[in-house]
């Protein structure tokens, strides 16, 4: 399933189930709750000021029933200074009702733009903020303020599992029967493989590198149809290992295989100089910080400046909104390392994923319904290169670490649909 809920947003997205608790655990009484969340999609000011003043906490409220929050009556209506002032006040931005609908979902079922941009950076500074303290956290003590090994996408002892193909060979699967990499994806690996290669016309060499082998989708595809000059593959889980020497991937024309993980591989390949045209990224039961990671080091081996880089995009895949988000923070990550990253869109057949078939046998689905895939487009900010260059010549002053991530276009999902619409 490539990288499974990697985004910081899906990460959040588990808080609200805690919310919900914590709503009942408080002595608020709900018919006072259920006061302010009308009066929030009145935007009855006077309504709700005398409740805040009584206490500050009835902001972060929802109704046990329904799930519904203050914050979710205001986006519903549009109320665009209520919505900041709530968030101002401590309500989760993240928070999800009954229906599994956060503000942000609402705010877009209704076509309140201005609220759904507020939602938007609200959430990404949340996540990035968020992101951050892990970080320092994780520097200062050895351990994340969060502990990711409780992250439900990510699996500590993934490597040491065995793995094993399902009753009709469509889907590679885990000990715990969740799938690893599924056979309705090859269209994408196709988008993947095309937008990677499709635009090097021989004699410029095709040399890629695939961080994943899994089922081999891509692989074959980029054999198939781009013959690649060089064809590199890191793939960390022993079966998977053995199953492409039992194939003969070690055999093949410009294949290099690399057993191990990325972690160890790439600062070998960045020592010995390798560079690529075209890098992939889809590992699985990694962390939104591992990915954060690999960016940062594929930087030294992504060719400057026609270098093409992407990844499998099943961030947050069970809401819209919160994959906008992941969207948005991934984004803003790479415009920091000098990338600039468009999300193009890829029509997915739904009605060929949702059928039962596909997922039986398979203990947790990971697409829903969502007919679009945002497929990443990351390539080189030329401007952050010359400015690069510039600063190993020393003829600048400027700070090429600290890139204005206010000033860029923004390609999220949820920003696109909203141009579309
Ligand atoms: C989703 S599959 C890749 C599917 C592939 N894109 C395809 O087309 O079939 C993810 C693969 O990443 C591998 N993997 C997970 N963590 C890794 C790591 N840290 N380094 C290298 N490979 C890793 C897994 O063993 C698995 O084979």
Redesign the pocket.
């Known amino acids: 399933?490539?990288?499974?809920l990697t985004a910081t947003a899906a990460d959040s997205v588990a808080a609200p189930a805690a919310r919900h608790s914590e709503a009942a655990s408080s002595t608020l009484p709900m018919d006072a709750v259920r006061q302010v969340i009308d009066a929030c999609a009145q935007n009855d000011l006077a309504c709700i000021e005398k409740f805040l003043q009584q206490d500050a906490i009835f902001a972060c409220q929802q109704d046990l029933e329904t799930g519904l929050s203050p914050l979710m009556a205001a986006s519903q209506a549009g109320h665009l200074n209520l919505v900041q002032q709530l968030l101002e006040l401590g309500a989760p931005w993240n928070a999800i009702d009954r229906q599994g609908k956060c503000a942000g979902n609402y705010a877009t079922d209704n076509q309140h733009w201005d609220v759904v941009n507020l939602l938007v950076d609200w959430g990404t500074r949340a996540e990035l903020i968020l992101g951050e303290l892990q970080r320092s956290q994780q520097r200062i003590n050895g351990t994340a303020a969060v502990d990711l090994t409780q992250d439900s996408s990510t699996k500590p002892d993934?490597?040491q599992q065995s793995?094993h193909y399902n009753a009709d060979g469509t889907a590679?699967l885990d000990a715990d029967e969740d799938a690893?990499?599924m056979e309705w994806?090859?269209p994408i690996?196709r988008a993947?493989a095309q937008v990677l290669l499709g635009d090097i016309v021989p004699p410029r060499p095709r040399r890629v590198l695939?961080?994943?082998?899994?089922?081999?989708?891509?692989?074959?595809?980029l054999q198939s149809d781009f013959q690649p000059t060089q064809h590199y593959i890191?793939?960390?889980?022993p079966?998977?290992y053995q199953k492409m020497i039992q194939d003969g991937w070690d055999k093949k024309q410009g294949v290099t295989i690399c057993h191990?993980?990325?972690?160890?591989?790439l600062p070998q390949l960045a020592a010995s100089k390798v560079e690529f045209d075209g890098i992939?990224f889809?590992?699985?039961?990694?962390h939104a910080m591992?990915m954060e990671d690999f960016h940062r080091q594929m930087t030294d081996i992504l060719v400057k400046p026609g270098g093409i880089y992407s990844f499998?995009n099943g961030l947050a895949p069970d809401n819209l909104f919160f994959h906008g988000v992941a969207c948005n923070v991934i984004k803003l990550q790479l415009d920091k390392l000098g990338f600039d990253t468009e999300f193009l869109t890829c029509q997915i057949q739904v009605q060929n994923i949702n059928n039962d078939k596909v997922w039986q046998g398979i203990r947790r689905k990971y697409w829903h319904n969502r007919d679009v895939y945002y497929l990443p487009r990351v390539t080189w900010n030329q401007e952050f290169l010359g400015r690069k260059t510039k600063v190993m010549q020393g003829s600048s002053d400027q700070d090429d670490e600290t890139m204005d991530m206010e000033g860029s276009e923004d390609h999220s999902p949820l920003k696109r649909q909203r141009r579309i619409e």
Not at 210 to 219: A, H, L, P, S, Y
Not at 260 to 265: A, F, I
């Open positions: 399933m490539a990288t499974p993934y490597l793995l590679l690893v990499m994806e090859r690996m993947h695939n961080v994943g082998f899994g089922m081999g989708i891509i692989d074959t595809i890191i793939e960390a889980h079966d998977v191990g993980k990325w972690q160890d591989v992939f889809d590992t699985y039961a990694e591992d499998f």
